[in-house]
């Protein structure tokens, strides 16, 4: 599999998705700063795979704080390494990994602090957090695969959206880490990759990550998925999230919505894959998640090519929330969360502060 980022002590290296599939172009992240660009810009994409990237962002941002704050008191620096982390935060609003990611890397620094520990050991344990953030997310997708494919029937068809494999997360990936498991055991015969407009993220990103691993993977536009359920005989969706509420509302990229309707009209399993670091236990519903909204040029334009209007409107929301009553079950390291969400998913988040 690619490798989405790497560490490299003093610097990240994340691979440009934005270039993909026609160039496979590195960017050298040498600050928190470029970290957070290639967070806007795409460049980085995916919710666990953004937290990572935001984490080792931390990391940088604390190593530039010591050198530039040489001798200043713990509270100075703490009030500085605040205005990174609210940076970081301000970068995508919706994927609730990243706000996940920046607040436990900030925690980590104000515990260490009132231990008074040296900047240097703090620096450290930082940079070990952020890897060991990125480790985990490669288990724990190991766990989301083992889980979602003993769902499947064999010589399963499945219909995924925008991409949730390898390059959205550290390794193995969500949605497409179930399908990578039922690949390795063999019970696979056909993914469905909607192109994901406008961006075109299951085009450019999830057909290529699965052709260069020779899963089978035939890509549609968006507007064919409702036929697709009524003639290819499909077994199962499945879809990443960026952020999921307390009753199981969960925000997926624009037009997740869409699919789970005609999935549900032709009664076909439609599943959430996603880290339990993907809830949002503050929120009650979809409806309070916050829903970014990007430049209208993405719409106007298609990798640089005028397709529309310059001077015409355009509505570009980034996401879209799926309510819960869609859902058939949310695919976590910790198994499958199912109906009642209210009740089953407050089950899980007692579960994970007894963990704590």
């Known amino acids: 599999m690619v490798k989405t980022m790497e560490w490299q002590g003093q610097s990240l290296l994340l691979l440009n998705q934005t270039k993909l599939p026609a160039e496979i172009v590195t960017i050298i992240c040498e600050d928190y700063r470029r970290v957070g660009e290639a967070i806007k810009r795409l460049e980085v994409r995916g919710a666990p795979a953004i937290g990572a990237a935001a984490a080792f962002a931390m990391t940088l941002g604390w190593q530039e704080l010591i050198v530039k704050y040489t001798g200043a008191s713990s509270e100075t620096l703490l009030i500085e390494f605040k205005k990174i982390k609210d940076f970081l935060l301000s970068t995508r609003p919706t994927a609730v ?24 050991d703090i620096g450290t344990a930082l940079e070990n957090l952020a890897c060991r953030i990125y480790q ?84 549609i536009t968006d507007n064919m998925a409702a036929w697709v359920m ?73 990798q640089g ?15 879209d929330v799926t309510p819960a009553e869609f859902i058939t079950g949310i695919i976590t390291e910790y198994g499958v969360v199912s109906a009642p969400y209210t009740e089953n998913i407050k089950k899980l988040q007692q579960k994970l502060q007894e963990e704590d």
């Open 97 to 120: 990994n990243l706000a996940w990611a920046v607040n436990k890397m900030y925690m980590q620094v104000v515990a260490l602090t009132k231990e008074q520990r040296s900047l240097q």
């Open 305 to 319: 090519v005028v397709t529309a209007p310059r001077q015409v409107k355009v509505f570009n929301p980034a996401f």
């Open 136 to 219: 985990d997310d490669i288990a724990i997708n190991r766990q989301i695969g083992i889980h979602g494919a003993a769902l499947l029937p064999q010589q399963a068809s499945i219909l995924t959206h925008c991409n949730a494999g390898t390059l959205a997360t550290c390794g193995w990936g969500t949605a497409l880490g179930v399908v990578r498991q039922a690949f390795e055991d063999g019970r696979l015969a056909m993914v469905y990759a909607d192109e994901t407009r406008p961006l075109l993220q299951g085009a450019r990103l999830t057909a290529w990550e699965l052709t260069e691993d020779n899963i089978p993977v035939t890509l």
């Open 230 to 302: 009524q003639t290819q005989h499909l077994d199962a969706v499945i879809v990443g999230a960026d952020r999921i509420a307390a009753n199981g509302d969960t925000a997926n990229k624009i037009g997740t919505y869409g699919v789970a309707l005609a999935a549900k009209h032709h009664h076909i399993s439609f599943y959430i894959a996603a880290p339990v670091s993907t809830f949002d236990f503050t929120l009650e519903n979809g409806n309070q998640i916050p829903i970014e909204e990007r430049a209208a040029d993405e719409v106007r334009l298609l």
